[in-house]
């Protein structure tokens, strides 16, 4: 069964084309990241909520925003996409019991700036 | 800054083989440590994590981690073709963040 959903796969768009990529879970863990990972590079974490609190990291361009509606789901917007924003975005979740627990990662979206 | 630092590779090894990776962290505050496997396109997957000093061993693999060293490696017996792929370390601290190296890439030869 699958536990952490990206949509789409794989994105296109435009040079500055807004776009919003979409991670849901069906394991109810209240933590949820997202990640940047460029090729042979590390992931990089971009920003994660605890429940609704939301944690930017400092260095995380303003072009990235993100929302949370509900426990499920959680959106990745890219304002602007620059050519340097291509990139695999990776979505993960953990559950908070008090010490960190393992990250559940979703298969990513690809994104492609032309 | 918290840094997770791998050897990039590529490690080759025969099929049959121990493969062996390792990691080092650089803040003493580290908490919790887990290798990641990850083929190319695709998105992480967890192999184990070790959060004690000692080793852990799940299956083929082997986790040792080392505070006063600050290191964690991972060993890999009777190393497969499907193990090639690139292994990332993650380290965490207080709170929920994950830090990651940036992957040893490991073919093993048939």
């Known amino acids: 069964d699958a536990m952490v959903i990206q949509n789409p796969r794989y994105q296109v768009t435009q040079f500055g084309k807004p776009v919003t990529l979409s991670c849901s879970q069906t394991?109810?863990?209240?933590?949820m990241y997202w990640y940047q990972q460029k090729s042979s590079q590390a992931p990089k974490l971009l920003f994660h909520?605890?429940?609704?609190?939301?944690?930017n990291e400092a260095d995380t361009p303003d072009n990235f925003q993100s929302r949370r509606p509900n426990t499920s789901f959680c959106f990745l917007d890219i304002r602007s996409p620059g050519l340097g924003d291509a990139a695999m975005y990776l979505c993960?979740?953990?559950?908070?019991?008090?010490?960190?627990?393992?990250?559940?990662f979703g298969p990513g979206t690809r994104l492609l700036v032309l | 800054q918290k840094e997770v630092e791998q050897n990039s590779g590529p490690l080759s090894v025969p099929e049959g083989a121990i493969a062996s990776l390792n990691c080092t962290y650089s803040?003493?505050?580290?908490?919790?440590f887990f290798w990641y496997r990850q083929y190319s396109g695709k998105s992480p997957e967890l192999i184990m994590f070790?959060?004690?000093?000692g080793d852990k061993e799940d299956g083929r693999f082997t986790a040792q981690l080392n505070k006063a060293s600050q290191y964690v490696s991972l060993l890999i017996r009777d190393s497969q073709p499907s193990d090639s792929a690139t292994y990332l370390c993650?380290?965490?601290?207080?709170?929920?963040?994950?830090?990651f190296g940036t992957g040893t890439s490991l073919t093993v030869i048939p």
């Open positions: 993960a979740t953990s559950r908070d019991s008090g010490s960190p627990e393992t990250q559940y």
């Open positions: 394991l109810n863990h209240n933590v």
């Open positions: 909520y605890y429940d609704k609190d939301f944690n």
């Open positions: 803040d003493r505050g580290s908490q919790s």
């Open positions: 070790i959060y004690s000093n």
């Open positions: 993650a380290v965490t601290y207080t709170g929920n963040q994950f830090y």
